[in-house]
């Protein structure tokens, strides 16, 4: 039995050493080609998707332009969006359980402005200053965005006041 397992173990090892140099082999120029193909494919449809988002904005009644970044040659939308900074309101005299209460109702309230597309960023600042945070709203135009940013229980108690500018960002590009 031993002279059995002695004898299959440099079968084994080639055996191995076949499968590991065939995995190791390089793969032919025409699939080298094909996978550059794809790449200009991918570009291409890269361009067609600009080009669908530009016309999708304009048709929902966005504002928009785009330029030419004259580095990497890529065409760059830019969107107007709105910037409502959240401010501290006149009626601060809730009590503890009451300001508590509406704290939740309005993390709710962005929760679902994001949920729907409408918010695309919030977050209050670290400091104690008047303007308490801020959130981005991602629609047409600048009434849709200070109707729904009044929508906020906050605002509605009094306990927090809204201020919107109209913002410019770079359609697609995230936060680093």
């Not at 699939?31 to 067609?48: A, F, N």
Request: glycine share 8%.
């Amino acid at each position: 039995m031993s002279t059995i397992r002695t004898s299959l173990i440099p079968k084994l090892f080639g055996f191995l050493m076949l499968i590991v140099s065939i995995s190791c082999q390089q793969q032919p120029k025409e699939q080298h080609v094909q996978k550059t193909d794809t790449i200009v494919d991918d570009v291409e449809s890269i361009k067609h998707s600009a080009r669908a988002i530009k016309e999708q904005l304009l048709k929902d009644g966005f504002e928009i332009f785009d330029y030419v970044d004259e580095e990497s040659g890529d065409t760059v939308i830019m969107q107007q969006y709105f910037i409502a900074f959240l401010k501290r309101g006149p009626n601060r005299s809730q009590s503890k359980e009451e300001a508590d209460s509406l704290q939740k109702l309005h993390l709710g309230h962005l929760g679902k402005m994001y949920k729907e597309g409408f918010a695309d960023i919030s977050g209050p600042f670290g400091d104690d200053g008047d303007i308490r945070g801020i959130t981005i709203y991602n629609t047409p135009t600048q009434q849709m965005a200070d109707s729904l940013a009044n929508m906020d229980p906050m605002v509605k108690s009094g306990r927090l006041i809204i201020e919107i500018h109209p913002w410019w960002a770079a359609k697609g590009f995230p936060l680093r």
